[in-house]
């Protein structure tokens, strides 16, 4: 079923679902909610056997906004949105495929990502990524192979960011990082950031809390993990040779088949 609700009531509804059924919320989780601007509404997917629950809570609240809340299947909120005009009858086909399947909507298509890929890797990232198409920041098929550039078509970005990495073994691999790549003269990030690899089974490495070596870049080259006999994943400047050791920070081993790896193409999320 899907709860459909003003946008004002949300804070007021994930409370609500908090204490009913902390197993599905749990209290540290921020919620995420697919906001339409033109379709004031959005959806929280509950249980049938629970609707009644639900209802019976709005129905008794006092200060008359219950009016404003209503139970509806899935189905049924698709075709109200169906209905808006026709200028975003193609973004609500994406956000329907969203719902449908899980998949991520990718602004422009991946030259090194398939949808298992995108799949797979969307479910392991913060919830607070959840629901956001995904914007190609950097990609070496169309802004050439510099880290230079990298980092300034990063500029002034400020959200997590999403490496992936194929080498010339057709290895793909990369990091999750929750801060864009930057110069920088101490390591940053937080404990958000992982590593993973499809080699050819999706593996993630999540942050072992061994140390706090996330990420740090110079012009040089840009490092991810650390701590033992060299970094979870670098890279050089010119973005052509890289490599991954055993990395302390994720618990991870090397990510390619190869510790050293010569790239093939590289995009960032």
Known sequence: MGVAYSVGEVDHLYTFFVQWSPEILKKNQKPHYHCRETQPKCHRVAEKKKTTVVNKHLTNRVNGAAKNWEIITVKDAKRRLSLSSEDSELEDSEYQKEVDDGFPVLEVQSQLLHDHHTKTLAAHMPAR???????????????????????????????????VIKDMHKKVFGAFSSDPFRVSKSCYGTGETFLFNFNPDFKVYRWSGQNTYFVSGDLESLQI??????????????????????????????????????VQDVEVW
């Open 225 to 262: 993990g650390g701590g033992g006999g060299g970094f979870g994943l670098w890279l050089d400047a010119d973005l052509y040779r890289g490599s991954s050791f055993s990395c302390p920070t994720f618990s991870s081993p090397s990510l390619s088949t190869h510790i050293d790896f010569v």
């Open 129 to 163: 990524t959840q629901g956001y198409p995904w914007q190609l920041v950097y990609s070496t098929g169309v802004h050439g192979s510099s880290l230079k550039t990298l980092y300034r078509k990063m500029a002034g970005l400020d959200s997590p960011v999403l490496l």
